[in-house]
Structures are given as structure tokens and as C-alpha cells.
């Protein structure tokens, strides 16, 4: 039985088999946050029960599986998932304020960028949040003051701020789809603009995501195909 907490080459053999079921993870032998996560979404998805801690149940049917996940990944997406994964458990500080230590990586210079008056008017994190990861898992540059067209090398060309903003610049660029892929963006419907997040593994109709501004907080979730408007495939993003 493996736990939060725990180090070790047990540990490490448990990490490499979430990679394979499409977890991505740092290898380190060191049973942490992210590792905890990624065992408590392998739980869910495989109606297990949720408690991250690896035992004789969650051990075996991880063991079980085959190899659909990170390594079939382009490397870009699976750099970017593990950036994303490291966050799982930040928090707004205070709450429903947009902000704080915690995710200050995720969201400061928004108002910079989009040169917004003053704090009020940033709005629910979640895509400014896969904006970054995508920017810090890809080794971009930050991000410069003032409305900036065509950030070079983004797969999103912005730092987009809404559901619908993504959308948007998917459909136009060709990059939107109907079935999810690990590492895709998923865009979802959701009182007050909507909602987006990263797919990190995926079943025959219901997927594992990390995703911002969740109750606060970056957390792991599974949802089903049904239930998103669709997928943002970046990695086949082209300049233009």
C-alpha cells in the first residue's frame, strides 16, 4: 500500500505505470500532491474507490492496463500536462478572489495584457490558467504588457480569458474537434462564460482532466464526452 508521503523505487514503479495509463508524472520515486492526484483521478475513472492511496484494488487494475496514455503523447503535450498536473491543489488566496500566491504564476499580468482598469475585472481563471501552462509547458517566453496579435509560438496566439475565446480561435484556425486526445483543451458550457481545462487520459466516453478555477482551485476531474462542446487539438497547431 502506497500513500502520500511515501518514497522509494515502489513508488517510482507506481508512477511509471500512471504515465502508462496516461497520467504523465516525474518519475522521482517521491509519492506527492501530483502523484496523489493522479491516483485519486485513476480511482474515479475506473470506479475505484477515491481515497489516493494506492492499495492491493488500485495497484492491481493499474497494473492491468495497457499503454494508451502518455507515451503515444506528442513530448510538447506531455510537457505541458506535467506542468499543469504540478498545480493540481493550488488555491485562490482569498477565496473567489482571482488570485493569490498559489496561482499567481497562472493569472498575473492579465490586467496587464489585456489592459483591463483594475482587479475587478479579471475574470474566472480557468482558461488565463491553460493559457500559462500551455506557455510555461512549451518554455515561452512571459507574457508582455499590452494586447500583443500573434504571440509567437502560442498555440493559442493569446492569452485568452474566456471559454468562448478559445472556441473562437480553434474553429478559425482548424484546430477543433469532436473526440478528445490527451492534451487536448476541452470547452465546456458554464453559467457565467464557460468553461475550459486540459485532458490528461481518456476513456471509451468519459475523460480525466486538470483543470483552474474549480471550487478555487486547480483540481483533477472526470467528465464525459457529452457533457463539452468539443476539443482544441493545439499540438497540430502551424504559424501562420
Not at 134 to 159: K, Q, V
Request: charged fraction near 20%; glycine fraction near 12%; charge should be negative.
Amino acid at each position: 500500500m502506497l500513500r502520500r508521503g511515501d518514497t522509494g523505487e515502489a513508488v517510482s514503479e507506481l508512477q511509471s505505470e500512471l504515465v502508462t495509463a496516461g497520467y504523465p508524472l516525474a518519475v522521482d520515486g517521491v509519492f506527492g500532491r501530483a502523484t496523489e492526484a493522479a491516483v485519486r483521478s485513476f480511482q474515479a475513472a475506473r470506479g475505484l474507490t477515491v481515497d489516493g492511496i494506492a492499495g492491493p484494488d488500485t495497484l492491481g487494475e493499474i497494473g492491468s492496463v495497457e499503454s494508451v496514455g502518455a507515451e503515444d503523447m506528442p513530448p510538447e503535450a506531455v510537457a505541458v500536462l506535467a506542468v499543469a498536473l504540478s498545480d493540481v491543489g493550488a488555491r485562490e488566496e482569498p477565496p473567489r478572489s482571482n488570485g493569490g500566491p498559489e496561482i499567481a504564476h497562472l493569472v498575473d499580468g492579465a490586467m496587464d495584457y489585456w489592459m483591463w482598469a483594475d482587479r475587478s475585472s479579471l475574470p474566472e481563471w480557468c482558461a488565463l490558467a491553460v493559457g500559462s501552462w500551455l506557455r510555461i509547458g512549451l518554455g515561452l517566453p512571459p507574457w508582455g504588457t499590452g494586447y500583443a496579435p500573434e504571440l509567437e509560438g502560442h498555440p493559442l496566439s493569446h492569452w485568452w480569458s474566456s471559454a468562448r475565446q478559445v472556441e473562437d480561435y480553434a474553429r478559425s484556425r482548424n484546430l477543433w474537434r469532436k473526440s478528445p486526445r490527451p492534451g487536448d483543451v476541452f470547452v465546456m458550457d458554464r453559467p457565467g462564460g464557460g468553461h475550459v481545462g486540459l485532458v490528461v487520459s481518456v476513456g471509451s466516453s468519459s475523460f480525466a482532466t486538470v483543470e483552474g478555477n474549480v471550487s478555487d482551485s486547480v483540481a483533477r476531474r472526470v467528465r464525459t464526452v457529452s457533457e463539452v462542446r468539443g476539443f482544441v487539438r493545439w499540438v497540430d497547431y502551424r504559424p501562420v
